[in-house]
């Protein structure tokens, strides 16, 4: 399976097929990917016998009509669209010097069909995320100390009968996470095994009840100071925060 067929296949699953009508004309998500991809060959650079620099900074130029489109997709087509560019990278040996960052933006001046991507390697700074996925749902430990549980003063509150009002705290001090049970009822796992309290490495699963907790860690890098005047730029999607900002 291609790389561009994965990632058909990749958007089918997160957008339903009533969907699909919406694309009769302009721009395909596919053809983003395709430009993208096009981008990455055309820009990498060998610097060194070991090591061929692409660009890791992307803005994706659309018309108002194609901006449009895309918009209503959300967090799916960021997701895939980064996958794509991290799969491509890999496979042809490419690195970069920082997080890749990807925006699609709104320009005036492209007429409905059409797109135009520019990029740049930009090393930037990296900041490390600590989040919860719960349901599908993704949830930032925006403080040092979350608390889970059923009660509604938990700080993320699950409908799960099996779990206590406050039933786990995850710590999280940027770099590293723990997992503590706030003796619980019916008790917490780490990764299938019955814990007290536990270092939490990313990916790793707590389990609560019925509910199935996942730790991640992401990297969010700090994007450039931007070249462009925000006449360029009236809405832009941002993949690392999975939304849509003015």
């Given at each position: 399976?291609?790389?561009?067929?994965?990632?058909?296949?990749?958007?089918?699953?997160?957008?339903?097929?009533?969907?699909?009508?919406?694309?009769?004309?302009?721009?395909?998500?596919?053809?983003?990917a395709?430009?993208?991809?096009s981008e990455l060959d055309k820009k990498a650079a060998v610097v060194s016998r070991d090591r061929?620099?692409?660009?890791?900074?992307?803005?994706?130029?659309?018309?108002?009509?194609?901006?449009?489109?895309?918009?209503?997709?959300?967090?799916?087509?960021?997701?895939e669209l980064d996958a794509l560019v991290q799969k491509h990278a890999r496979a042809q040996g490419y690195s970069f010097a920082g997080p890749v960052s990807i925006a699609l933006t709104r320009d005036d001046a492209l007429s409905t069909g059409t797109l135009r991507v520019e990029s740049e390697t930009a090393q930037g700074r990296v900041a490390w995320r600590g989040v919860v996925d719960i349901d599908g749902?993704?949830?930032?430990?925006?403080?040092?100390?979350?608390?889970?549980?059923?009660?509604?003063?938990?700080?993320?509150t699950i409908p799960d009968p099996?779990?206590?009002?406050?039933?786990?705290?995850?710590?999280?001090?940027?770099?590293?996470?723990?997992?503590?049970d706030m003796n619980s009822t019916n008790g917490t796992q780490l990764n299938g095994r019955k814990v007290t309290e536990a270092p939490l490495e990313p990916d790793s699963t707590v389990t609560i009840g019925r509910t199935d907790i996942?730790?991640?860690?992401?990297?969010?890098?700090?994007?450039?100071?931007?070249?462009?005047?925000?006449?360029?730029?009236?809405?832009?999607?941002?993949?690392?925060?999975?939304?849509f900002r003015s």
């Open positions: 399976m291609g790389l561009l067929d994965s990632f058909e296949k990749g958007l089918e699953r997160a957008v339903n097929s009533a969907f699909a009508k919406t694309f009769r004309s302009g721009i395909q998500p596919v053809e983003i395709s430009a993208l991809r061929i620099l692409a660009p890791n900074t992307f803005t994706v130029r659309l018309s108002p009509a194609d901006d449009e489109k895309m918009r209503t997709i959300g967090p799916a087509l960021g997701d749902a993704r949830h930032p430990l925006s403080a040092s100390r979350t608390v889970i549980g059923r009660g509604s003063d938990a700080d993320i099996g779990t206590s009002r406050r039933h786990v705290e995850i710590l999280w001090d940027g770099e590293r996470a723990m997992v503590r996942v730790f991640r860690v992401i990297a969010q890098a700090t994007p450039p100071r931007p070249t462009t005047s925000p006449a360029d730029a009236t809405r832009a999607y941002d993949m690392r925060d999975g939304g």
